[in-house]
Each structure stands twice: as structure tokens, then as C-alpha cells.
């Protein structure tokens, strides 16, 4: 039987634990080369004012385009480039590719969008993590002050001796913070306590629950007044229902992210809806191809 693996599509076939074995070495190998090869992609998905819908800011999200299974999720590939430790220069080309494409946006567009970058636990392990965020800035040219790392809670403080020192150091460098996934780790509340993040993203799971269970709809409540009080911002993700975005707004969620406004884009589509949202294909018509 076919399994997709990821939403944004291909598949791959499901056989006996030993093909699939077999099926993980070839694909990790492929991986390996899948970098200077050029099969890597970002995609962006916006971010979005929840009061104004205006696009506020863009998560970048890798992608694989495998030569022979088509594109490839990161919900799968990232597990196996963390067990190789390829995950280290696979998100280093990520964030040097997504702080150059957010730097031309502005220069060309004048569009000052917040960049959002996931980091995984090893990334944030590594001793020179700082280095190569500032010199992924200073490259590209873009502001500090518009880059957010994303942490995911999954990581555990303890078990990650450099975490806090080098999320304080990124909060130096005037890079934002943002904790990913809240509520689906064992330490939500300690992560807010201890880590130096300015945002909160509120986990998919209980989004998708508005309108569903009273229980999740509580959580969401809780969450974004807590975020508040904390002097946090929240943003909410997979916001896929009028209804969720209904609920978000009047409980004074700050930002949305999910498929009711748009699906993760390729740049040059990202582009173009830039142009077309932002009214400014009049202005820049000329350059939008
Ligand atoms: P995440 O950081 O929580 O990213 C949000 C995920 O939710 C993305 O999946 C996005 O496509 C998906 N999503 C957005 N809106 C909706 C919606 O309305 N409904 C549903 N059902 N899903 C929605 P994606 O792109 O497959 O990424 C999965 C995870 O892979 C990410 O979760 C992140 O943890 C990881 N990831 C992606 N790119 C990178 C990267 O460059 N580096 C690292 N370390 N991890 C990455
Ligand atoms: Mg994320
Ligand atoms: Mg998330
Ligand atoms: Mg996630």
C-alpha cells in the first residue's frame, strides 16, 4: 500500500520492516548529497495579522525534491538528517537561503516580513551556532531584529547543556525567539520560564480542536492570556476554518498561520502573492517575474 508521507504529497511504498529498513540507508545517502545537488527547497507559508489578515511575516520550511519520489516532507527526511547529524549544514543552507530571499523581498518590495526559522536540538547544541546565524545576517543583509528562531519544546533543557546560553546569545545578536509547538511538550511552562522567547506558536493540535472540544478551546484560551500577561506575543498555526479564525481573533490571538489563508509556497509563488496581497503589482510590475 501507498503511505504519504507529508501533506505536501509524494509517496513511498510501504513493504516489510526490512524494506523500509533498507529504504531509510538509500534515502540517507541520498540525502547526504542532496544539498550540493541542489534538491533542496524553502517554502514559505505567511503569517498573518489576525485583526487585518495583511501578511506580517513567512515561516520558511524545507522541502527535498528527490529525483526519483518527487518532493519529500521534512516531517520525514529531518528525523534521518538529525541521526546523521546532516542537519547541520541541511539548516545552515536553510537559514542562509531564507535570510537572502527575506532581504531581497524587502530591498525589492520595501516589505519588512518577519522570518521565521526552525532550529532543531542538535543545531542548538552546536558551539557555533552564533557564528553562523551572524554571518547568515551579515551575508545577506538582513536585520537581525526580523529573524525568529524557531525552538521546538520537544528539546530538553537539561539534556541540552548550550541551549540557554545560545538562545541568549541569539537574543544578543537581536534575533527574536519563538517556542514552537507549545503545549505538546512535557515542559511548556518551564521552557516559558527559563527560555528568553518572544513568542509563543500555538501547536496545530489544539487549533485544529476549535469548535470541537471544549477542553482544547480552554487550552488555546489560556494559552494566548498567559502569553499576554508574560509579555509575549502568540501566534496560533494550522488555522485551517473560518471558525478557528473566528475564535483566534475575538481571544485576541496577535498572529494566524495555516492552509485557510495559504499552503507553504516555492518562492517565486511566494513572490507573486506578495505582490498580489500587498497591492503593489502596479508599482513593481516591471520586476514581479
Ligand atoms: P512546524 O515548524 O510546526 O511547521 C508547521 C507545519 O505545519 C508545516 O509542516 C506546515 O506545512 C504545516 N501546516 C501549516 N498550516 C497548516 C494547516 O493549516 N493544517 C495542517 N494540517 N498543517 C499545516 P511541514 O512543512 O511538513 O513541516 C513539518 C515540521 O518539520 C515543521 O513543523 C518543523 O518542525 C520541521 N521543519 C520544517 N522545515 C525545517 C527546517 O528547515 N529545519 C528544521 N530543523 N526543521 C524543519
Ligand atoms: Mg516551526
Ligand atoms: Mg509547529
Ligand atoms: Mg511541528
Known amino acids: 500500500a501507498a503511505k504519504s508521507l507529508g501533506r505536501n504529497n509524494y509517496q513511498i511504498f510501504e513493504g516489510s520492516a526490512e524494506q523500509s529498513q533498507q529504504q531509510n540507508l538509500a534515502l540517507k545517502s541520498g540525502l547526504r548529497h542532496a544539498e550540493h545537488k541542489g534538491e533542496l527547497r524553502v517554502f514559505y507559508q505567511p503569517q498573518v495579522d489576525a485583526v487585518t489578515e495583511d501578511i506580517v511575516g513567512m515561516e520558511a520550511l524545507v522541502r527535498w525534491e528527490h529525483p526519483e519520489l518527487g518532493f519529500i516532507g521534512p516531517g520525514f527526511f529531518i528525523p534521518l538528517a538529525e541521526e546523521t547529524g546532516l542537519i547541520v549544514s541541511i539548516g545552515e543552507w536553510v537559514l542562509r537561503t531564507a535570510c537572502r530571499h527575506a532581504q531581497e523581498w524587502e530591498r525589492r518590495f520595501g516589505l519588512r516580513l518577519r522570518l521565521g526559522v526552525n532550529l532543531s536540538a542538535v543545531q542548538l547544541m552546536q558551539p557555533n551556532l552564533l557564528e553562523i546565524v551572524a554571518s547568515a545576517l551579515d551575508e545577506s543583509g538582513l536585520e537581525a531584529s526580523l529573524l525568529e528562531m524557531e525552538v521546538t519544546e520537544s528539546i530538553s533543557i537539561k539534556a541540552a547543556p548550550n541551549l540557554v546560553e545560545n538562545l541568549q546569545g541569539l537574543h544578543r545578536l537581536g534575533c527574536r525567539i519563538a517556542i514552537d509547538d ?3 511538550g512535557a515542559a511548556s511552562l518551564d521552557y516559558l520560564r527559563k527560555l528568553p522567547a518572544d ?20 487550552i488555546v484560551r489560556a494559552t494566548i492570556e498567559m502569553a499576554h500577561r508574560l509579555k509575549r506575543g502568540v501566534v496560533a498555526e494550522g488555522v485551517e476554518l473560518e471558525q478557528h479564525m473566528e475564535f483566534l481573533r475575538a481571544n485576541q490571538c496577535d498572529e494566524l498561520q495555516g492552509f485557510l489563508f495559504c499552503r507553504p509556497l516555492p518562492q517565486p509563488a511566494f513572490e507573486k502573492l506578495l505582490l498580489e496581497r500587498q497591492h503593489l503589482l502596479a508599482g513593481v510590475s516591471g520586476t514581479a517575474a
Not at 487549533?207 to 480552554?218: C, K, L, S, T
Open 182 to 184: 507549545f503545549g505538546t
Open 199 to 218: 513568542r509563543i506558536k500555538i501547536d496545530q493540535s489544539f487549533v485544529r480542536n476549535i469548535g470541537v472540544d471544549p477542553d482544547d478551546e480552554a
